[in-house]
């Protein structure tokens, strides 16, 4: 059993503190160091939550360069406080003149704060990556998983004053793609059918507290309180809370379809998905069945995922260990397991892989602190 990382490359950089305009390079004699003064000012907007929180650790891990941030959520939080590299930050209400200086904004508070504020921002000269799916399926906005397709944001740079939107993909679509990507540059895939089991965190903080909460009043025999969510959550399983649309998907399963295509730039694919919310506090986990066009075993794709970035293999058939959303939540990697060759496909054409990954790090903190290296 492979080793989670809780920081994977490209890992944390390093700066040079005489240099004017700070250039990422990796190892050697520079300093380690998060605050610069010649660094980009940062602003985190839904500080407060679930993601906003992941940010700051994720920030904090990877000794993301800074010479200021701003802290930022709704008027309700104003005045609080949270903690970055050791110190207190005071939370500001998000208004316009939020992203006067500001370089990069990490914005995590939904798809009509983003569709607001992301544009005032990019006016301003700001660089925004963007958590919500208001500007994923956008045509001018780069839709972007660092591994995956990271010449999607080329020449969008912190610094020559030009402000930008950048997407991040729905959480499920970056734990898929991480694992299956590898998989299509070999064989290419021609179909993949996408089952997930997704966790509470996924609808945020306050979806996190109705499972606990709901878990102790069941446990109490009491009624469960479902504030969030319509059907209890505790000890229960439905179908993802996304709007149901009319052609019977929803829009969550809808995300995977669409969102793999612009990524992979390829319309031809064929995704289906079906989302399940499942009673697991933190880190989806998926079943995904692919068909290629070109033959691919099981023992090739297994060394493939070895050597994929981001990506560890959890496989031992003897001992009946596989993922789980435990071994991977407050890790950076997703776990692969369950490899196995269809055998309703001849030819080496299928095959059957699980994979579990933190949506909240992964799937959504960490993959926009990469996108904002890569800015760098
Ligand atoms: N959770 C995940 O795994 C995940 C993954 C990928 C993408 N996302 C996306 O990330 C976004 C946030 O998700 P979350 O799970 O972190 O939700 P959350 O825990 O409910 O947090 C929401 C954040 O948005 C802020 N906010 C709400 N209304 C605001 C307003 N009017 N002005 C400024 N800030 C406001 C909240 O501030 P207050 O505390 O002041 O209300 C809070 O900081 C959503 O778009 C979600 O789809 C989430």
Redesign the pocket.
Known sequence: MAALSSSSSPSSFFFSTSSPHPKPTRFSTLVRMAYQENAPSLAV??????????FLSVLSDRDFPYRSIKM???????G?HVRFHGEDHV?E??TADSFDGVDIAL????????KH?GPLAVHKGTIVVD????FRMDGNVPLVIPEVNPEAMKGIKVGNGKGALIA?P??ST?ICLMAVTPLHRHAKVLRMVVSTYQ?A????????EELVQQTREVLEGKPPTCNIFRDQYAFNLFSHNASVLSNGYNEEEMKLVKETRKIWSDANVKVTATCIRVPVMRAHAESINLQFENPLDENTAREILKNAPGVVIIDDRKANQFPTPLKVSNKDDIAVGRIRQDVSLDGNKGLDIFICGD??RK??ALNAVQIAELLL
């Open positions: 907007v839904g500080v407060t939550g679930a993601v906003g929180q992941e930022l959520a709704s008027k309700r939080s104003a609080k939370v209400e998000l914005f995590s508070a939904g798809g009509s704060i983003s504020f958590n919500s799916s208001a991040n729905n959480c970056i966790a965190s996924g609808a945020g903080a306050a979806a996190m949506q909240i799937g959504a």
